[in-house]
Structure formats: C-alpha cells, structure tokens
C-alpha cells in the first residue's frame, strides 16, 4: 500500500513538472513572440529616420543618409499620417521589399519607387510601393483613405527630390489587383494618359475632381490589401509646384503634452507597453495560476484524509 502511494506522489509530481515545464515553455515562445513583432515594427517606424528629413535649407541630415545607401533619393510625406519616409529606387523592385533605407536588412522594407520610373518624377505616372503594416507604420494607413470621411479630411502631402520640396494633392482611392495595367509606369502619349486617367476614375472607390493641369505627373502609393490575396490599395495623386500647409502639424511640445494619437484604442496602447513590463506581468499570472491550483490541490487533499479516504 505504502508503496503505491508512493508511486501516485512520483506520478503526481511528474506530471505537476511537466504541465510547469509546459507552461514555461509557451511562456517562452510567448515573450520571443512578442520581442521579435516589436522589433519589426520598431524597425519599420518612422521615428528612427527623424534625423535624416532633409530641411530645404540644410539637408546635411539627408546626405549623410544618402552616403550610408545611394539608393535614397527622395522623401515622402502624407500629412495626418505616419507616412513620413525617405524614398529608395533599386535596380529592381525585389531588393527593398526586405531592405531598409539605411541599406540593412529589414523584414519591414523600405518605400520604394518603381525601377522602371525615373526618380526626378518626370513620368506621367510614378508607382512607389510599401508593406502594409500594423501599428500605422510603413504604408499601414493607405487602407484609411477607404472611409470617405478620411479621404476627404486628408488631401495633401509633400515629395522631396532633387533638393527640393513639391506638394502632392492626393485625389483618389483604389481597391485593384496586383496585375492591373495600372502597374504600367512611364505612360506616354496624350491618349494613353487620357485612358489611363479614365481607369483610375473608373475603379475609384474615392474620387474628388481636380482643375486640369498641362502636362501632369501623377504618383500612386501602392500597398497590399488584406480583403484579397492579390488585392492591392492605391492611394493616387498629382505632384504640384504648390506646398500646402500641413493642418495636423503640432509643434514638438504639444506632441509632448497631448501625446501623438490621443484616441488611440485600449489595445493600441497596451501594444506601445514595454516589451519587459509585458512578459513580467504574464510571468506573474502564471505564477498566480500555479500557485492556487497547487493550493487547491493540497486542500483537496487534506479533506480527504479527514475524511479517511486514500489520495
């Protein structure tokens, strides 16, 4: 009898092992799960590449980026948004979907201009790409300008290139595939324009009507849509000589004191919590969890002995 007590202790403390050994371990790939996420997204946020926008009057910053990869050409600014960017052109349009802009690699990418443009932004039509990311980093905000009311209150943005600064008015939303002609750059002739036009107004989702301009250049901010497997979103507009006023700006301290997304959800803010404050919370509740039920366990047992009957 004594010793198949014995035995049923061995076995129960076995298996108290394992299901701990268990625990820990999932807690384990938990915290490398969460370590390794907010390290994509701090990689692709748009606050480490601050000290690079180039200032019309001193782009030191921005050449000095440009030493690091001669790639960068460019920066490209949606106002309202995280958009805030440097752009890079490589010799195709596979090597920046895992390259940062700094020339590293980098599973968040970089914004990218389609290789077959030219990077002065002569062509009719110019295609920059991006990942869509969570977390309003990358091009994760394209998907934004499907509510009518976004796109509206969001019309304008800038592009840097060749040391100067131009204005973008953005004027059309598109849900396409990937395999639409639109991903046909350099457009010429006045008729391929004309019909080129007229397919974004037809496939447009959101759509504002712009005075005409002679000899307009269009640029087109292409993203992944999750609605399909080859579903894309296309945020469109012209490249103007005019810089609008950016109406979110808010000056360093007023970000200071009214944070930069003060309608962020529960969620938002609980992802911005340190990667440590996270893991030693679950740590803690797992902790919690195996101590009442050890306790439970060893007040099960008791009442049984009370009541003479065998564990």
């Known amino acids: 009898m004594n010793i198949g007590r014995k035995l049923i202790r061995l076995l129960d403390g076995a298996v108290n092992l394992a299901v701990l050994s268990v625990l820990l371990l999932l807690l384990s790939y938990g915290c490398y799960a969460l370590w390794d996420s907010q390290q994509l997204y701090a990689a692709a946020d748009n606050t480490q ?17 440009q030493e690091r990869n001669p790639d960068v050409f460019g920066w490209l600014t949606v106002y309202g948004t995280n958009i805030d960017y440097p752009l890079v052109q490589g010799a195709d349009n596979d090597k920046y979907v895992n390259t940062a802009a700094d020339g590293t690699y980098s599973l968040s990418g970089s914004l990218f201009l389609d290789y077959r443009n030219r990077n002065d932004f002569t062509d009719f039509n110019s295609i920059i790409y991006g990942h869509h990311m969570d977390k309003q980093v990358m091009f994760g905000e394209i998907a934004d300008f499907r509510e009518a009311d976004y796109f509206n209150t969001h019309r304008y943005g800038t592009l840097y290139y060749a040391g100067a600064e131009h204005g973008i008015e953005f004027f059309a939303f598109l849900e396409i595939d990937a395999y639409d002609e639109l991903y046909r750059p350099s457009i010429t002739g006045v008729d391929e324009q004309a019909a080129y036009l007229g397919r974004i107004k037809e496939h447009a989702r959101n759509l504002r009507e712009l005075p005409q301009m002679q000899d307009p250049h269009l640029v087109l901010l292409s993203t992944c849509s999750s609605q399909a497997t080859n579903g894309r979103h296309v945020l469109v507009g012209r490249i103007t000589d005019e810089v609008q006023e950016d109406p979110f700006y808010q000056k360093p301290e007023e970000k200071h004191l009214t944070g930069i997304d003060g309608n962020a959800t529960l969620r938002e803010r609980l992802q911005e919590l340190p990667l440590w404050l996270v893991v030693l919370t679950v740590l803690m509740i797992l902790m919690a969890l195996f101590f009442l039920a050890a306790c439970s366990y060893r007040r099960f047992r008791k009442n049984r002995k009370r009541k003479g009957g065998s564990v």
């Open 49 to 65: 590449y601050e000290i690079y926008r180039p200032v019309v009057e001193d782009s030191v910053s921005f050449e000095t980026l």
